[in-house]
């Protein structure tokens, strides 16, 4: 078990419970079995007494759920006691699949339909709760995260919305820009990223994957996924390269600025297997043309890493180029949900984050440093090592 050592001489600051929105339900199932594994093996802990009351159990998922009125309207419910847990609220706002009835029309469920649902089941448990903690791995209007004309800043004011409410943390993953914590200076806002799981993913999976400056390199598609893109080259000991987007001011399509071209800056990628790195795959048009420029430039394989695939065009276009041999593999986590129909895709690979953020709940909930799971440089090491 991870961190054992330090959870051993520490206790709960409060018998641990799990609401997961229906959004997050299959994640959730996998963080609670995790969660439950973890709290087995600590022997110590698992005795009688009122510092580890419910601290073994069987699950830690709430029986909640938000139903809809045939107006399309809501209510929060929650099926049990919550008076003095430490409550974990799960929710994925990019889950497009689940659906409400509203006048007799069938609705998709939008960020926006999944952010109030997360308000209800917290004014449901607020005043209630010991404390609570919001996991939303896509952090809700990310990428709305600075205001470049008269424009509204969503994700600053639903940051500062959830703490007025009464959450204590907010937890999420690889955020398009962390700097809006900023918002809330004075709450607990923590940011994890996947690499370690990126890089189990790539050495379990990919045939022949030799990490050193001859045949391997990392790719940031744009000046957003920079750092990024640097962690991982340092890291791995190897080069990197970036591409910069000329776009088109003069006019705005779907909400932003065309890309004319995109322009690369680095060494030569012949004959290398290159890792492109960010946040996440939208429609995922700029990265299947860095994709391809790459190939033309000679590279050996392309493999695109990112924490959230949406896929927002569909995958035609990715099968085409998979067909093309413009891309060898794409990886993504399973933190947000994903079409069934690209888990069948031969060059799909997911990075299992199941584990980590049950690990992540179990350390919040002992009241121990976040740094012990967020530096996993020690690991990636080892991992690295392992391979070699």
Known sequence: MVNIGLLEKSIPVAPIKIAALNSCADLAKQVDAHLVQFRQELDSHNQSGLNFRGYAEDTFLLDCQCPRFGSGEAKGMIHESVRGTDLF???????????????????????????????????????????????????????????????????????QELIHMGVSNIITFDAHDPRVQNSIPLAGFDNFMPTYQFLKTLCASIEDFKIDNEHLMIISPDEGAMQRAVYFSNILGVDMGMFYKRRDYSTIINGKNPIVAHEFLGDSVEGKDVIVIDDMISSGESMLDVAKQLKDRKAKRVIVCTTFGLFTDGLDKFDEFYEKEYIYRVITTNLNYRNPELLTRPYYLEADMSKYLASIMDILNHDLSVEKVRSTTEKINQLLHRHS
């Open 89 to 159: 609220i799960m929710v994925d706002v990019c889950n497009h699949s689940l659906t409400y009835k509203m006048g007799g029309c069938v609705n998709h469920m939008s960020p926006d339909d999944h952010y109030q649902d997360l308000k209800r089941i917290i004014a449901t448990a607020t005043g209630k709760a010991h404390r609570i903690n919001v996991i939303m791995p896509f952090l809700y209007e990310s990428r709305q995260h600075k205001r470049s004309k008269r424009e509204s800043l969503d994700c600053a004011l639903a940051l």
